[in-house]
């Protein structure tokens, strides 16, 4: 089994380092006004609402892209 290194998002620069799923989700967490408290505070500190509304846009995201490939 291979070990992933975790790698600390601080800035918008460092999103490039992550793999593409993560990278997304910290693109939307950006877009939405986020970043700063994921980044400060971790992912556990959103609220239920918060996490749903990122991820509703990835599924939407993923969607359009699986249909643009189809």
Same mark, same amino acid.
């Given at each position: 089994?291979? !070990?992933?290194?975790?790698?600390?998002?601080?800035?918008?620069?460092?999103?490039?380092?992550?793999? !593409?799923?993560?990278?997304?989700?910290?693109?939307?967490?950006?877009?939405?006004?986020?970043?700063?408290?994921?980044?400060?505070?971790?992912? !556990?500190?959103?609220?239920?609402?918060?996490?749903?509304?990122?991820?509703?846009?990835?599924?939407?995201?993923?969607?359009?892209?699986?249909?643009?490939?189809?």
């Amino acid at each position: 089994m291979i !070990k992933k290194k975790k790698i600390e998002v601080k800035t918008i620069e460092d999103i490039k380092k992550l793999e !593409k799923e993560d990278q997304a989700k910290w693109e939307i967490a950006a877009e939405i006004g986020l970043f700063d408290k994921v980044a400060s505070t971790g992912w !556990k500190s959103l609220t239920s609402r918060e996490s749903g509304r990122i991820g509703g846009i990835l599924a939407s995201r993923n969607k359009k892209e699986n249909k643009k490939t189809d």
